[in-house]
Every structure is written in structure tokens, then in C-alpha cells.
């Protein structure tokens, strides 16, 4: 037996030997290519470098006891509150994601270096990850030092995208003598303290008759009041909110009262006249580090726009602005989390880690909705918006399993497809419309890269009147799916406020399940136009167990699994039941130089002979079909070149810009293609190391 533990301890020993000759010794594996690429090609300009630092093992917990896990996590009473009656899945309401990050981890990691060569940014439970900026000069020795430390997983690079500066359509102030369309509203103060009592007095007598019918009776949609909302009181925000039905709910005395919206965005100017009954109930400054929201205007920026209070106040003021006769947010009686997550100016970068720190922290003081009119794009091509491929994707998706509704805006690259996180699952990406119903041509389109529609539903993007920031009594109007986004998310908080024991993905399916398009959705406009009545009177699946009373899994669209009580869905059907069925990618795929996640045969070329024009990017499109093909049967790094190859063979007879356009969308592919076959490859040899071990534990013992 002793000679046996010897050669035992010897083979082992070869084994790590081999591993890290093959994987480098110092940890280079642990290094994602993005980040490899990133030090090879640094941009002089910058003085830092921020990464991912990803650990791979958190402490052992008991689940079983809330209480008890909460005070050792510092969860806190509203957050389970929020849980237990809007998760979905009541088995889970906590889990590892909620364990604290291991703070020796932490503490050897930025050992690594001094105060002046590395700084913790944020932190994140849910990914057990922390973000650090280091000073570029010592970046390459701070990394060695950090990916040799054994419980660290991944390093990689924070993920950045530069804002698309906003184009208004027109600008007033309230003191303006000048003539515009806003005046008749604006301009006369006492008409306005006129419509705005008469608008509480009508909206309280609702609250009354509300209350007075939840406790007599149930109420449904039918009862009828006698006195509509006028449209004088919704002012400029009238058609918005009209289009959607948010009217009928308000008429019936909701008006978002008790739930706790968080809206991400840029900082807020909260003196704005919209603002004075809002209720803030916190605000966090992530790019400062401190407890205010609203800076000070930066007169070396002369755009207005730019200001850093700038977004977050008119896509706020869309969401829960209150000045009858003029604007109405329609969810202006909910309660407020303001995060500051987003550097208004499009010289600076957005980052991806301030956002997931936002949606952790407002998700601890028990947020139930999520507003945010953003997207990254930059590291991203189409084949990666799958819902899984980044972190800000995968955060999103956790927030709506711990029972958060997540709004967010499709996006403004229309054709180019949809920004992340709106790919990822049961989040409600929202497109833009005009005033008339039809999609609007900037509005982003989908479907994600595994079929799913996108976006979710459809509102008003077009001319949205909101607050502004050059003063307290300014306006404008503004163009976007940033303005469409919180529009809709002021319609689900009625929702929401109407439903308080809805799940969050009971109320992703009465969104969609009622909207205008629901019958036959497309990846132009999803599910149609958000219509927030028909919403309210839906009825949603009340289980997210499929074996209830024999559930099912939407018909022959999956199994029942008995054991996890969860539908395994057959191809091409998704959803908790199945219900949802994927959109083949096939030329849109093709069109964004990327790679279909679903079988080859989904693929569509019925429109290969519509022109003589076409004749060339057909061609291109069926030999990057026949390269897909390939895919399947050989192994996936051969056929990733020969799909470059080819695409680069075939873009020589296109024009210069096609050329230079595609073969930056081939970089991309390449890049994210090596990341996932270096990871996979790593992978693969853990396993076989395994694998070995077991065998040779077998044969000797």
C-alpha cells in the first residue's frame, strides 16, 4: 500500500507538471484574450487600467435559515421582503450569489500593490467579483502578482462603450417670451397650480374609491368612473401615455404608490420643478463615491446636454415627473433609488462594473423595478448578445430571478441590433415608436443571438417632451429609446402596484402576452405596443412548478422534468413553460458578420435572388452558411479561421468601406471566438486532468 501512495504522489506531481507547462505556471490562463488584447494594444492616452478580478470559491452557508444568512450577509429586510413575494421560483430565495465576497481574497489581491499602483472600484456578490483600476505604468507586474494567487479565477478587462450624444428637437425655458408650443401650458403659472390641485383632488377621490372597492369587493377594469382624465392635465405627455393605456390605470387610482423604482442613468437635477413632491428615498453617486446625485454644471462643457445632470434628469422626469398641464410621469407616487452610474460627456466612457454595483445596491434596499436607458456595445459582437456572454447580461438575468422587473432601452443602432444587457432573458427591452404606431428607424432591432425576441414591446420614442437641465422650469423634447424605456417602466409600476403579488416574470408575461403584436411577434418591434390595461386584466401562469396540476410544458414544446420541476424546452422553443418560440437568425445573423446559435437548417436564403445587386453578399452569405455548416462537424478553431478566410475572400469584391467594416467585425469574431475556444480549451484539459486522477485513484486503490 505504501508503494502504491508512492507512485500515487508521483504521477500526481507529473500531472501538475504537464498542466502548467501547458498552461503557464504563472497563471497567464487565468487571463481572458480581451484583456491580453487590451495590454498588447494600449492606448497611450490612458493612465489606468481597470479589470475583473473574479474569485472561485465563496464560504459554505446555510441556506435554509433566512434570518440567519441575512445577518451574516447583510441582506437586508426589504430585499427579502421584495423576494418572497415577487420571486418566481419561492425555493430560491436566497442563494450563493448573496454570500459575501471573501474579503482576505480582497485584501491579497490589492496587497499586490500600494494605494498609488491599485484601488478596489466595486464590488460584486453576484458574480464574486471586484473591479480595480490599476496604474497603467505598473499594469503588466500587478497582473503577474494577481493571476498567480490561487483562488483567483479570471482576470479580465472592465467593459467600457462611448455615449451617443442627444439631439433635441426643442429646447424652451418656462421664463422664454419666446413663441413655442409649450407656452400655452407653461407660461401661465396660475392655470398650472390650477390643474395641478384639481389633478391631486381627482387623484385622491380615485385612492378613495380604489381602497373603498379592495375592501368591499374585488375590482376589475369594468368599474367605470364617471369623469375621464382630461388631457389638459397630461399636457405634452398626453400622447405617450394615452398610446399606452397608462390612463386607465391611473383613472382607476394607481399611480405607482409603494413600489420602489431604482433608475440608473447620469445624475439628476432634482430641483427641477417636476421634482419637488418626488419621493427620494436614497441616492448613490458611483462614479464619486458619495451620496448626491446632482452636480454642479461644469461651465468647460459647453453643450448643455453633456452636463452631467443631464440623461438621468429627462429620462426621470419621463418616469416620474409631476407638473400637471405640462408633464406627467405616471409612476410620480412611487419611491425612488437614484444611482449615478454613467459619465454624461461622450469623451468618457461608460463602465459596465458601476452599473451591476447599482443594481446590487438598489436591489439590497428592496427595488422592485429597474429603469435604465443604456447599453454596451464596445467588445460585443452579435454572436455574443445571447444573454450569457457578458457579466452586465448575467446580473440583469439574477436581478429578475431575486424578483426585480428590469426595463430597459433596446437601443438607438437600429439594423445593427440590439445593445446589452436588453439581450438577456425576461428583461423587457424596449423599442421606439411615434406618435402614430410605427417604428421609429433608429429604434434597435433584434432577435438576440439565440433566437429570442427582442425587443419586448413598443412605446412612444419620438418627440418625448421632458424636464431639462439648464434650469428648474426648462423643457425639451428629445428622440430615443432612452425616453421610451422609462415610459413603459411608469406603466408596469401601476402594474406592479395593482398586482403586488405578481412575480417578476409574471409580469414580463402580461406585458408581452397583451401588447399589440403578441399574436405574432417579430425581431422589428417585438411584441408590439406596451398596452398597460390589457396587462392589468391578463392572467398570468400562477406556478413555476410544471408538474402542478399537471402544468406541462406547453404542450410538446419540452418535458417536465420531475426532479427540478423545470421544463427542459425542445429546440426552438424557450420561456419557463416553452412557451416563447425563437426567431431563426439566419440573414440578420449573416448580415452582422456573425455566427447563428441555432441549427444550420433554421437558416433562410429565399431572398438570395431578389437583385442583381444582392448577388455578391448572397454569396458571401451562403459560404459563411456552408462554413457554419462545417462548424458542427470539425473542430471549432479551424473552422472559426476558414469562416475568416472566407469572409475575407469574399469581402475583396465589395467597396473599400464594406471591407474595412467587415474586417473589423471578422477582428471582433476572432477575438471573442479565441476567448471562448481558450476558455473552452482550459476547460477541456481540467476535465481530462480529472478525469486521470479518477483513474489512477481507481486502479492503485
Known sequence: MKVNYIVLLILLIII?????????????????????????????????????????????????????????????????????????????????SDVLINQDFINKVLSCGNENTIKLIQKSNWLNSISISLFKDNSNILIDCIKSLEFVETVDLVTKFKKKTNISTKSVSSSSSSSNDFNN?????????????????????????????????SMSSSDSFQNEIPDKYYGYSNVGLKQINVDKLHEMGYDGYGIKILITDTGFRKSHEVFKQMKIIGEYNFLKSNNNTQDELDPNIEDIN?????HG??????????????????????????????????????????WIAAIEWGESYGAQLVSSSLGYENWYTYANKDGQFSKISRVATMAVNKGMVVVMGVGNSGDLGLGIPADAEYVISVGAIDSNGERTEFSSIGPTADGRIKPEVMALGLGNLVAHNSDDKSYDR?????????????????LMQAHPNWSSKQIYEAVISSASNSHSPDYLIGYGIFNALKAYEYSPTNTSDCTNNGLGCSSSNGKCNLLSKKCECEIPFYGQFCQYNRIPCGQRCLFLNSTCQLPSNNYNFNNNNNNNNNNNNNNNNNNNNNNNNNNNNNNNNNNNNNNNNNNNNNNNNNNNNNNNNNNNNNNN?????????????????????????????????
Open 306 to 310: 453633456e452636463q452631467q445632470t443631464g
Open 16 to 96: 501538475k507538471t504537464v498542466y502548467c507547462l501547458n498552461n503557464g505556471y504563472d497563471g497567464d490562463y487565468k487571463i481572458t484574450n480581451k484583456l491580453n488584447d487590451h495590454l498588447i494594444n494600449n492606448n497611450q492616452n490612458e493612465e489606468n487600467i481597470k479589470i475583473w478580478v473574479t474569485f472561485n470559491s465563496k464560504k459554505k452557508e446555510n441556506f435554509n435559515n433566512i434570518e440567519e444568512f441575512s445577518k451574516n450577509n447583510g441582506l437586508k429586510k426589504e430585499s427579502i421582503e421584495r423576494r418572497i413575494n415577487r420571486c418566481h421560483d419561492k425555493n430560491k430565495i436566497i442563494d450563493d
Open 669 to 701: 469574431n476572432n477575438n471573442n471566438n479565441n476567448n471562448n475556444n481558450n476558455n473552452n480549451n482550459n476547460n477541456n484539459k481540467q476535465r481530462r486532468i480529472i478525469i486521470i486522477i479518477k483513474i489512477i485513484i481507481l486502479f492503485f486503490f
Open 313 to 354: 434628469t429627462f429620462t426621470l422626469s419621463t418616469l416620474g415627473g409631476y407638473r400637471p398641464g405640462v408633464l406627467i410621469g405616471a409612476a410620480y407616487n412611487a419611491s425612488f433609488l437614484l444611482a449615478e452610474t454613467e459619465n454624461a460627456t461622450s469623451d468618457f466612457p461608460l463602465e459596465e462594473d458601476n
Open 478 to 494: 428629445f428622440d430615443g429609446t432612452s425616453f421610451s424605456c422609462p415610459l413603459v417602466a411608469s406603466g408596469i409600476a401601476l
Open 185 to 217: 401650458c407653461k407660461n401661465n403659472n396660475d392655470d398650472n397650480s390650477k390643474f395641478e390641485k384639481e389633478f391631486n383632488n381627482f387623484i385622491e377621490k380615485k385612492l378613495l374609491d380604489l381602497k373603498s372597492k379592495l375592501f368591499s369587493s
